[in-house]
């Protein structure tokens, strides 16, 4: 698990690496995930996104977004995804199940992604950045 949950008085601080800047990206959706859907596996519901932006920290605050927005909106909890990256272009597959109440109900919902404090580096094991999700 390429994540670890860090002390914050008021929201969830997970910090996030990877060998890649793609296998950062996708563990900083399942730091996600583990919060939002601990219990949801890879099934039937599936989407994918697209974005842009000017620097990587704005590229990753726009994915966890779109996954907010998603799992919003279609009303679906995600266990995985598959991250590409194309310079400052990302195109994921996100894999989960719809939302069932008695299954789900053990996440606790993010409201927003925060950029104070996120900044990412390239260190001696690949990629590293804290995330501050909204709680």
């Known amino acids: 698990m ?21 296998e950062l ?9 583990s919060i939002m859907f601990p219990s949801s596996m890879p099934r039937d519901a599936h989407q994918t996104i697209v974005c842009e932006a000017d620097s990587d920290e704005a590229l990753l605050s726009t994915f966890l977004s779109e996954i907010l927005f998603f799992a919003e ?20 597959d996100l894999y989960g199940e719809p939302y069932d109440r008695d299954r789900h109900s053990g996440g606790t919902e993010v409201k927003g992604i925060s950029r104070s404090g996120m900044k ?16």
């Open 73 to 92: 909106v279609e009303c679906e909890g995600y266990a995985s995804a598959d991250v590409h990256l194309d310079g400052t272009t990302l195109k994921a």
């Open 25 to 33: 990206f996708r563990e900083a959706a399942a730091a996600l995930f």
């Open 2 to 22: 390429p994540f670890i949950e860090r002390d914050h008085t008021a929201d969830i601080l997970m910090h996030v690496w990877g060998a890649s800047r793609e």
């Open 120 to 135: 990412i580096e390239k260190t001696q094991r690949g990629y590293e950045t804290d995330i501050l999700f909204d709680v």
